[in-house]
C-alpha cells in the first residue's frame, strides 16, 4: 500500500459539524482552555511551535510550557487569542483539533482515595466469604456484587491481581455450590461461575497466556449452559471467536460466532457478536464478509436503545459492549483488510464518540487510538499518526496487553515501508522501543503457577 495515492480525509465526506449516531458533534468551543488543549490546537494546525508562538505574538518558551504543563489553566489573555485560532480553523484543522480533544478527554483519570478504600472493602467482603460455610441471606448478592466489582474494576488493577482476586471468589463459589443442593441457588452459583471463568479467561489472554485462557474460556461457556444464562454463554463463545482469530483461525472464530448467534438475545449480545464477525472475515480476508456482518452488527443498534441485557447492562464493565467498543471493531476490521479509507472513516467515528463516554476502558481506548493511528500512517498523516499513538506509549509497558502489543506491529506494518520520511521512522523506532520494554518487562515479572 506504500504506493497507492492519498486516502481522502473523512471532513470530504461528512458535514464538519454533524452529529454522529451517537448524537456526539465536533466541538465549536472550548470553554476552559489547558496546557493540553492549546498543544492539540497547535498541533491540530500543523504548525511547529515557533511558528504557532509567532502567529499568537507569544515566546515560544510560553508555548513550550504547555507541552511540559498539559494540566495549567491559560490565562484570559491566551484564551482569547486561542479563540481566534479555533475559530479559523480549515475544516480539516477542525477535525484533528476534534480528534486530539477526545483524545485528551479520553485520557484515565488518577485513581482517587475513595477507589482505593472502596478497594479495601471488596477484599474483606472477598475474606467474609471465603470463610463462609453456608447459603446465607447475604452471600449470593456479596457474590454478584463482587463480579461486578471485578467486572468494572478490570483496568483499574493489574492484570495479574485481577485473574488472583476473580480465583479467590470463583474457589468460594465453587465450595458453595458443593454445598448446596436448592436448583435455584444453583443456578445462581453457576452463573457466577461462568462469569468469573470468563473474566479469568479475558484476564489470561491479556497477559499473553493463551492456553490458559482457552480452558477458562470453555469452563466459562459450561457454566453459562449450565445455568441457562444465554446472554453469557453468548459473550463466552464471543471470547473464544476471539481468541481463534488471534489465532489466525477464523473458521474456528466463525463456527463460535454461529453457536453464539444461535442463542443470543437481541441487542447488545447480538450487536458484539456480529462484530467479533467481521473480525474474524478480516483475519480470513473476506471483505465482503466485513462489509455484511458491520451491517448485521448496526442492525441491532436500535434493539439496543429498547432492550436491557442483564449482563451488558447490569453487569457492565468488561461485560459491556457499546457503540464505542462496536465502532472500534469495525475498524480494526477494515484495518485488516487494507480498506484504509473506510479504516480512518470508522475509526475517527469511534474516536469522536469517546467523548460522551462516561467512563471508557482503557485497553479499548487504547487499542482504537492505535488502530486510528494505523489508519492515519496509511493515509500518509504521521503527525495525526503520532498523536493518537502517544497515549498509548505513555502506558507503561508492563501495563500493555497482547492486544495492545498486536495492535502496534500493525502500525509497525504500515510505517516501515515509509522509512523514508524521517517523522515516520522515528516513530516506528518509537513504537519499536515499547514493544521491546513490553517483552522484557514481561520476562522479569512472568507470573507463577496460579496455583502458587
Known sequence: MAGSQPLPHPVDHEPALQPDRTGTARPTAVTEWTGALAVALQEATRETQESFAHRLGLSTRGVARWHERPDSRLRTETAALLDTVLTGLAPAERERFSLLMAIDRARPEPEPDGDWIRRVAQQSSTEALLRSGRLSADVLPTLVQEVMSLANGYDTESRLAGLRHARDVSEVASTLADRTRRPSELVDLYASLGQLNALMASLAFDLDRWDAAETLARTASSYADMSGHSSLHAWTLGLRATLAFWRADPRLALDHVDHGLAIAPMGAPSYRLHHIEARAHAVAGNVEGVRASIGAANAQLDFMEGLRDDLHDGIGGEFAFGYVRGTACAGAAWLRVGDGHQA?????????????????????????????????????????????????????????????????????????????????????????????????????????????
Do not use: C, H, M
Request: proline residues 6%; charged residues 25%; aromatic residues 2%.
Open 344 to 452: 480512518l472513516k470508522t475509526t475517527y467515528r469511534a474516536i469522536r464518540a469517546l467523548v460522551s463516554d462516561p467512563a471508557p476502558s482503557t485497553n479499548v481506548v487504547n487499542g482504537l487510538l492505535i488502530d486510528g493511528a494505523a489508519a492515519s500512517a496509511l493515509d500518509g498523516d504521521i503527525a495525526t499518526a503520532r498523536a493518537l499513538i502517544t497515549p498509548a506509549l505513555d502506558l507503561s509497558p508492563d501495563r500493555s496487553t497482547v492486544s495492545t502489543t498486536g495492535r502496534l506491529k500493525n502500525v509497525l506494518t504500515v510505517l516501515r515501508p515509509l522509512e523514508a520520511n524521517r517523522e515516520a521512522r522515528e516513530l516506528a523506532e518509537q513504537a519499536e522501543a515499547y514493544l521491546a520494554a513490553g517483552r522484557l518487562a514481561a520476562e522479569a515479572a512472568k507470573p507463577r503457577p496460579l496455583g502458587d
